[in-house]
């Protein structure tokens, strides 16, 4: 499994920014997908997931109404989209994966996914 995370970037607060994941080796309906990031000197915090192909998206407080997760398993790409970004955003996004589906509690619990994307930076200016 591989997974490919791109479209980081420079944007001001109050922009937009869309995030998309290709996944190679990864294509079952049954599979858990997140979205994660991690700021400088910071843990690593969950921002989306979806359980399986049949779960709604459950997002983090902090972007509750200005992120949207979504996945196009024909392309095996997922997307998060980032609308009125804030200087808090700023950090490495990810993308992970697992294979089965997670109970929601540990949806947003990086621990919890075995496949992981390398990171795109995005940084949001004030």
């Known amino acids: 499994v591989q997974l490919q995370a791109s479209g980081g970037g420079l944007v001001q607060a109050g922009g937009s920014l869309r995030l998309p994941c290709a996944a190679s080796?990864?294509?079952?309906?049954?599979?858990?997908v997140a979205w994660f990031r991690q700021a400088p000197g910071k843990e690593r915090e969950g921002v989306s997931c979806i359980r399986s192909f049949s779960s709604g998206p459950m997002y983090a407080d902090s972007v509750k109404g200005r992120f949207t997760f979504t996945r196009d398993n024909a392309k095996n790409t997922m997307y998060l989209q980032m609308n009125s970004l804030k200087p808090e955003d700023t950090a490495v996004y990810y993308c992970?994966?697992?294979?089965?589906?997670?109970?929601?509690?540990?949806?947003?619990?990086?621990?919890?996914?075995?496949?992981w994307g390398q990171g795109t930076l995005v940084t949001v200016s004030s």
């Open positions: 080796g990864f294509a079952s309906d049954y599979g858990s």
């Open positions: 992970a994966a697992r294979f089965t589906r997670i109970l929601p509690y540990v949806c947003l619990d990086p621990s919890s996914y075995t496949y």
